[in-house]
């Protein structure tokens, strides 16, 4: 069998999951997981909101839409964009990695821009559809260099995965400007960010009004719902959506109906925003607890934060990954996000710091 060879690896994290579930079997030990990149102070209650949903209706049993449902979308333009956008600009995608990788190969660029620690799927995807990527240092640099990015497409990751640092809203909205003006496309991909922000929050509406920025967000983090695989895309460019509407069609041929039909409760319903309201305002409490803890204790690697504040969900620790084992704290050392530092990230870890206080205190406590 002759196979076309991407060139692109497995992921490492998930061999870092594997690993410490092995060794936790063989000891009997209990491990504090914080190698994984999803919420887990809590899971999402969906009791009150399933029992809204009709299992025996079409919305869930046909053939969705093949850009999403048009009441998904509304609600979207509502809760992401204060009604700034509007349904043609909206694609609902199978996760925000499915969303990625579409944009990734309808775009026509020379090479894409990661951040310096950047989410390995980011390499992995360009390499699959074989567009070139570098690394930017940071935000300044971008706005330095924006007129030499025109057959660019530039990710933004804020707060960042893995660092967890967040730019100043001002900052990053000065140099996406600066970028659509000269002709670069911006894909602003930060699942992270609408843990921490209400629905009051315009970032997404700003973004929208520009020509040369696509937005790719996930009900992964936020909503905590990793395992509905959901995201959406948005661009006011026509011709961009007329090629994604064409190439998710031969991709998915729809995105699950119940998947969207939950998170059209989740976002509309009393009850759906009351489980989202009461996950997040659970998740964040402890997030901002562990990572005053690692503050406190110096543990938290604090030349990662100097022109942005560290956030979460995940933070950099000055620890390595063996050291954290040997104290049975899964995490993933910080030279896998990083293609030309690796000697000097090996000495630090990035780790998950959405996890229950107590439990991270216990395991911290010992180190
Ligand atoms: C920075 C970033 N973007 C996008 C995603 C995609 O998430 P999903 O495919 O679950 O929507 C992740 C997941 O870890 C991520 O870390």
New binding site residues.
Partial sequence: MKINQSGARFSAIVGIGEKIKKLSEKSGKEYLFLNR??NAVCNIDLTEVVKRIDFNSNTIQVYPPNSGFPKLKGAINEVYFQGKTNNENLTI????????DLVFQTLNVTKILLPQF??G??AHISTIRRVPNETYLNLPQLKNEADTLSDTAVIV?DP??PVGNKYADEEIIETVHKLNDAGAIVIF????RRVFYEREDTMFSKLAELENVII?E????SVGL?GQ???FVNSQNEEFNRELGIRILYANNGINGFAQELVYELLTSPEGRKAVDDFRLKTVHDIKLNIKFLKEHRILAEEFYKDSDPMGIFVIVNRSEQELLDNYIGSVSLSFFTKDKKEEASAYARICVSAPHEKFVTFFSRL
């Fill in positions: 990149g999803i995608s199978a996760g925000g990695m499915g969303g990625l950047y989410w799927a980011y990751c960042n995965n991909d930060s699942p992270y790719v996930s009900f992964s983090k990793s695989r959901l995201a």
